[in-house]
């Protein structure tokens, strides 16, 4: 050990420090001054109630109509919008006027645009006023005419069903060699929404509804609405692959794909019927294609109720129902046609374990 490090530091000694806090915390014996600003200038001012304790200030609040809408509030507003099937729309006021050119489109005159042009071909009138400004909002007590003909809105909901075509998309797009259902329909019909999608190569039954509701349902797996097809395949089939359909199902992209029933409607033809109550994109054609089988063409010829057998109707026309009509078999199997011969899951159930087409 050196000696000659010194055993104690060269620092002076601090001063005996207190942990009273009530001595610390006391008053300066001078009074705080601060900056204050003084007319245009700074000067110093003193301040005769300043406690020499830190100063807390509280972040400036604003006003109510000052502060920025919270984004989550506004998504969770849409959300509850949505849940209720409200459309959102700046055609209607929050007096419940509802804007001239979606009033004349209700009246079943064309679409909004159409109906524009009559407004700015003078043949639309107000209380016999000529009308001209295509923002004006329709009041309940207003008589409307066109070419002199009193014109009232349409409350009552459509349901049409349309025999489609192959070479036609379900969208309300058209696209270059891709032509929209909507084509094929009257402009009245253009604001109609579709239940269920078929692909542009297949063809038979696609329901349209101006109620949005019905629309909703029908679509959705749990109202258990059956969608019965008649696919044509490359090949002879094997009712052991039919059975594996309406078993535990076929895996592809890690989603499981069921049919509710499957049968043979013409083994010559190589023709089979199979029924959902789900659509999950491309699902019939995935299905046999995972079986080495090739779609050659795929119909949809009922939709619950409503079939192609019952209403005569060639590729391209569409016809008129009742919702009723459709679904009065909702969450019941007595809409299924009684030679549809259900796949017993306890007997595919063997055949599934050794099945190449489902993953346990």
Known sequence: MRSDRPQHSDRPERSNQTNDYQTRNEKPATKPIRLRPLSDDWGIEAKDNIASEPEYI???????????????????????????????????NDHGLMRINRFLSHCDL???????????QHRVRINGELLQDLGYRVKETDVVTVDGKTVTPITDHSYIALNKPAGYVVSRRSFPGNPAIYQ???????????????????????????????????????????????????????????????????????EVLRAVSARVVDRKAKKVEVVLTEGKNRQLRRMFE??????????RTAVGRIS????QVKEGEYFGFSPDELTSGLLSNDHL??????????KAKK?????????E
């Open 184 to 254: 094929l329909l009257p402009t009245k019909f253009a604001n109609f929404g579709y239940a269920g999608r078929l692909d542009r190569e297949s063809r038979g039954l696609v329901i349209l509804s101006s109620d949005g509701s019905f629309i909703r349902n029908i679509s959705h797996p749990r109202k258990g609405v059956t969608k019965r097809y008649i696919v044509t395949v490359d090949s002879s089939i094997d009712d052991s692959d039919l059975k594996i359909m309406t078993g535990r199902g076929i895996k592809d992209n890690d």
């Open 290 to 299: 995972a079986m080495e089988y090739q779609v050659v063409d795929l119909q």
């Open 58 to 92: 509280l972040p400036i609040q604003k006003r109510k109509d000052e502060q920025k809408p919270n984004p989550i509030s506004k998504l969770k507003q849409l959300k509850e919008v949505v849940e209720s099937n409200q459309i959102i729309t700046n055609d209607v």
């Open 110 to 120: 064309g679409s909004r645009r159409e109906v524009e042009r009559l407004i700015q």
């Open 351 to 359: 055949k599934l374990k050794q099945s190449k087409f489902l993953e």
């Open 337 to 346: 046609d009684t030679t549809i011969i259900l796949t017993e899951p306890s």
């Open 308 to 311: 192609l057998d019952s209403h």
